[in-house]
C-alpha cells in the first residue's frame, strides 16, 4: 500500500476543508456587517443569552478556536468582562458542532452528498460572485463557494483515506485509541492543537469515519481530545493579553478538562461494563456530530454550577487584582485578536474614538480654567494630558488603517473613514487646548491679566464652545442625531459671538479700557475657540451624514433655540 499517494490527496482535502470553511465564514461575517455590533450589544449578565450568543457567533466563524480569540480581545479591550466571557465560551463549545452536521449531512440527506452538492454550489456562487453587483450578493456568493469547496475537500480526503480499509495495522491503531482512553483523547488533543482548528480537526474525523475506518469507542475518546486540543489558540492568544484578558483562555482549559473527565468516566464504565460490543462498532458520521453535540452541551449543563468557581480559579492562577491600574494613554478598546472580526473591530474603534474625545474634552475645560482662572498647576496637566491624546490618537489611526485592508462591508468602510476624520478633530481640539495652556503661560510669565469685563465675555464663550464640542462627543456616542443638531446649532451661535465680542474687543482697546497686550492674547483666544467649535461640528456631521440618506437632514433648516 503506498502511504504516499494517499497523504498527498488527504492534505490537499484538508487544505481546501480548512479554506472553504474560512471562505464561508468570511462571508457569514460580512452578511452579518452591522448586525455583529447589535450581537455584542446584547451581551448581559444572563447566563443562557451569553451561550445562546456564542454559539450563534460560532456558527458564523466555523470555529469555536476563532470565537475564544475573540473573547480574549474583547476582556483585553474591556469591551466584555469574565463572567460574560465564560458564557460565551459555553456557547462557542456547542456552536462548533454546526460544521460537523454539515458535513454529516451527506449521509441523513442524500441529495448533499459532496459528489452532488459541491461542484454544484461552487458553479452558482462564481455565477453569483460574477454578475452581483453589489456586496450584498457578492457575500451570498461567498458563503455559497465556501459551502461547495469544503464539500469538494472532505470528498477529496475520504476518497485518500478509503484504500486503509484494507490496511489492519490502520484498523488496530483505531482499536488501541479506542481500548486507552487517554491516548485517543491525547491524539484528539495533540492533532488539534497542531492545526489550531478544532473543525479541521473534527473533519479529518468524519473523512476516516466515512471509509469505516473509527469504531465507536475511539471517536468517543478523540472529541473529547478534540475539545481539550482547542484550547491551545486560546491559551497562545492571551500572551501579551492583560491578567484577566489571559483568564479566558484557562477558563476555556478547565471547562473542556472538567467536562472530559466526567464523560470519560461514564464512556470507561458503559464500553466496558453496560455495553462492551457497541465500542468496537463502526461509527458513522452523523452519529459523530451527535456524540459531539451531546458532549457539548451536556458539558455545558453541568459546568453552569461551576461558573463562578472556574472565574475564580482562573483569576488566582494569574494573580488578578479586583481593581487594575489602567493607564489613560493605553488603548483600551483597540486589540489585533479582533480585527478577526472586522465589523466588531469597527466597533472597538468607535468605542476608543468616543474615549479620546472626552480625554480630549477634558483637556479643555483644564486650559480654560488655566487661563481665565490663571491655575498654574493646570498648565502642566495640560501638556501632560496632551501627550495622551497625541499618543491615543496614533495608535486609533495605526488600527483604522489595518482596518483599511480587510474585507469589510461598505457601511463600516464608511464609519472606518469618518473615525479617520474624527479622530483627526479630536486630535486638533487637544491641540488648541495646549495653544490655549500657552497662551495662560505666556500671561503668567508677563503678568497680563484680562479686564473683568473680558473675563465675563471669555467665560460666556467657553462655556458655549464645550457644550458645542460635548453635544459633539455625545452625538457620535449615542447616534442620536438630537446631540448633533444641537452641535450644529452652538456652532453657529459660536460663530456670532465671536464676531461679536472680537468687535466688543476692539471698541475696548480704541478706548483703552484694555492692554494692548492682554488684547492679543485674548483674541488668539477667540480664534483658538472658535476654530474648537468648527471641529465638533465635522465631528456631529459623521452622525448626520449617517442619518441624512433617510431624513434629508440640512444645516439650513436647523432652527435657533
Known sequence: MNYAEMLIPFIGGLALFIYGMNIMAQGLQNAAGSKMKA????????????????????????????????????????????????SVIMGANIGTTVTG???????????????????LAVMVGVILSMTGKNNRKKEIASIIIGFGILFIGMGTMSASVAPLQESESFRSLFVTLGTNPLLGIFAGAFVTAIIQSSSASQGILLSLAASGLVPFNA????????????????LLSGIGASKTAKCVGYMHLMFNIVGTFIFSVLAILYFTVINPAMGSDIISQTEISAIHTAFN????????????????????????????????SQ?????????????????????????????????????????????????????????????VCDGISEYLIKLCFLQIGERENQMTTSLLNTISDMERVGDHAENIAELAEEMERAEIHFSPKAKEELERMTKTVIASYQNAISALESGDINFALKTAVLEEKVDDMEKELRVSHINRLSSAECNVNAGIHFLEMLGNLERISDHAMNIAQVVLNEHRPDKNYHKESFTKE
Open 39 to 86: 450581537i455584542l450589544g446584547a451581551l448581559t449578565q444572563n447566563k443562557l443569552r451569553g451561550i445562546a450568543l456564542g454559539a450563534l457567533v460560532t456558527a458564523i466563524v466555523q470555529s469555536s478556536s476563532a470565537t475564544t480569540v475573540m473573547i480574549v480581545g474583547f476582556v483585553n479591550a474591556g469591551l466584555m468582562d469574565l463572567t460574560q466571557a465564560m
Open 101 to 119: 452536521w454539515l458535513v454529516s449531512s451527506s449521509e441523513w440527506a442524500k441529495m448533499f452528498s459532496p459528489a452532488t452538492i459541491a461542484p
Open 219 to 234: 471517536a468517543v475518546y478523540i472529541i473529547m481530545g478534540q475539545n481539550i486540543g482547542t484550547c491551545i489558540t486560546a
Open 297 to 328: 452541551i451536556g458539558t455545558t449543563i453541568l459546568m453552569i454550577p461551576l461558573f463562578g468557581t472556574i472565574i475564580k480559579l482562573a483569576k488566582k492562577i494569574n494573580g488578578v487584582e479586583e481593581v487594575e491600574y489602567v493607564d489613560e
Open 331 to 391: 488603548l483600551i478598546h483597540l486589540d489585533e485578536r479582533i480585527l478577526e472580526t472586522p465589523s466588531l473591530a469597527v466597533e472597538g474603534a468607535k468605542q476608543e474614538s468616543i474615549r479620546l474625545g472626552h480625554i480630549a474634552a477634558d483637556n479643555l475645560r483644564c486650559a480654560v480654567d488655566a487661563l481665565i482662572q490663571g491655575d498654574h498647576e493646570k498648565i502642566a496637566e495640560v501638556k501632560q494630558r496632551e501627550k495622551v491624546v497625541d499618543k
